[in-house]
């Protein structure tokens, strides 16, 4: 009898002093931006969802051709570097104030030139939007002033992020379009949006002209949907988003098929002039938020991922 009783005893001073133990530990939840329970980051591991250890290199999709009838390679980045080249691109940085605050779509993100924010991984430029301490950061560069071009074909090769609130564009914009003063040539000097992409859906991605005199009375754009080839989501498989650019017409093409037009009776047909008889620079960027998305970021999606493969410009011959 007295063995039952010191037993018992055992038992009863084990289960009091593992409460004690754990009295006080917050439980996972998930969902509430923090690391608690025995979560191993932000609401992720344990017994929430896996973490993302990052970035993920999609491994297959579509790609582009060497060379086309008519066409010399003009100019490209092939990304196999370990760093940006600095004499092909420029970085924007900050959230576009005084000029563009929000960088003119009310967007979330601070962009930098961090390394934590673009860098390189198996010949691949990766653009990482990232949230640390209720912050987002991301990173867009450009070519202004260092690669400015008329006319031809571009192709880009690309895989898309996955969280909800992103917002990837590869667009091109005027050589006079400036952050110190947009309104002067934008939207009247003509943005060719060769891709854009929500991470709300990942089965669809738009390509876009805008145009228009005297902002912002007369902002006009014309915009094409097109959606994922072969049940392959854009955010799982690369895709090449090409323009063909010519004098008076400018054609948009996925994995080389044609889904967009836009040439002079477009525009006039909005009562504007055609301005894409110009010389552009590329400008890619990967943004939290913004006045397109319809769907808010959430903490725990991030960090997410734009990978670009190459971009090449041809001309024509």
Known sequence: MRIIKNLMFIFLAIFICGCSENEGIPKETCIDGLQNGNETAIDCGGDCKPCIVGVKIPTVGFEAQNSYEGYSLFWSDEFNEKNLNT?????????????????????????????????????????????????????????????????????????????????????????????????SYWPSGGEIDVMEYLGEDHNEILGTAHYGKDFPDNHRFNSVYFDALNNESF?????????????????????????????????TANGQPYPFNDEFYFAFALSVGGNLPSVKPTIQDFPDYLIIDYVRVYKAN
């Open 87 to 183: 004499s092909k691109w420029n970085y924007n940085i900050g959230n576009g104030c005084p000029s563009l605050c929000g960088w003119g779509n009310s967007e979330l993100q601070q962009f930098t030139d961090s390394k934590e924010n673009l860098y390189f991984k198996e010949g691949n430029l990766i653009i990482e939007a990232k949230n640390e301490a209720n912050k987002y950061t991301s990173a867009r560069i450009n070519t202004d002033n260092k690669f400015e071009f008329k006319y031809g074909r571009v192709d880009i090769r690309a895989s898309m992020p996955s969280a909800s609130g992103t917002w990837a564009a590869l667009f091109l914009l005027n050589k006079n379009y400036t952050i110190n003063d947009p309104g």
């Open 235 to 267: 955010n799982e498989s690369y895709y090449v988003f090409s323009i063909i650019w010519e004098e008076n017409q400018i054609r948009w093409l996925v994995n080389d098929v044609v889904y967009h037009i836009v040439n002079p009776n477009t525009t």
